[in-house]
């Protein structure tokens, strides 16, 4: 068990809704990372967190956004789905800002039907 | 721009041998390399970190190299075990985030 918190586990909505994935880190993390995973794209980086403020950003869609709250907790919010976004989506954690050492929570496989 | 790459194809090995893994990287010089395992559905861990002054470093039955001349890092599992069975990335920083290449799938036979 990483200590990273996911919800939900699962996930399946139709084209063109919106959903809220959310996320807790460990406990002492100051930064969030969301990931998307598909099985032709590998892990794919979207958005980095630290202490509530944007840190980094990587090939995340305009449809997609995300937040972290005063708690540290994330969420990731995914509108206007399309059939390709279909994809295990990971948060993962770590102490500082730089990427070192991140701890990855167990996922949320969203289905687009 | 920025690659990764990994052994693309699976690597079958038996028991007790030591597999080794490759990952290359191209067009910069990462400060530091990390490798992750991930098993099937589930969310990768870390394993190891290694830094650019360090040309090697250990942990239990795991070695990682790090050869910035060469711009590659090369994974060693020792006595290998059927539960070494994974999916192992390489994962070196750039532009302000990990880059995770695309993984190389181990198979430990017993």
């Known amino acids: 068990d990483s200590g990273v918190t996911q919800t939900p586990k699962h996930l399946i909505t139709a084209t063109g809704q919106r959903v809220t994935l959310r996320c807790s880190p460990r406990?002492?993390?100051?930064?969030v990372y969301w990931y998307q995973q598909s099985l032709d794209q590998g892990l794919q980086f979207l958005i980095q967190y630290y202490n509530g403020e944007e840190r980094a950003k990587g090939n995340i869609l305009e449809r997609f956004s995300a937040q972290q709250f005063p708690d540290l907790h994330s969420e990731l919010n995914l509108s206007s789905l399309e059939l390709g976004d279909s994809a295990l989506y990971f948060c993962a954690s770590s102490v500082g800002g730089r990427a070192y050492e991140q701890y990855f929570g167990p996922g949320t496989r969203l289905t687009v039907t | 721009s920025q690659k990764i790459e990994q052994n693309s194809e699976a690597l079958n090995i038996q028991e007790g041998k030591t597999a080794t893994l490759t990952c290359n990287y191209t067009?910069?010089?990462?400060?530091?390399l990390q490798w992750y395992r991930q098993d099937p559905g589930r969310g990768p861990v870390f394993l190891l970190l290694?830094?650019?002054?360090?040309k090697e470093k250990r942990k239990e039955r795991l070695k990682v190299t790090f050869d910035t001349t060469l711009k590659q890092s090369l994974f060693h599992i020792t006595a290998s075990q059927p539960a070494d069975s994974a999916t192992y990335l390489c994962a070196p920083p750039g532009g302000g985030k990990l880059i995770f290449g695309q993984g190389t799938e181990l198979s430990v036979k017993p």
């Open positions: 290694i830094r650019e002054n360090e």
């Open positions: 406990s002492g993390d100051l930064s």
């Open positions: 067009n910069y010089s990462p400060a530091y």
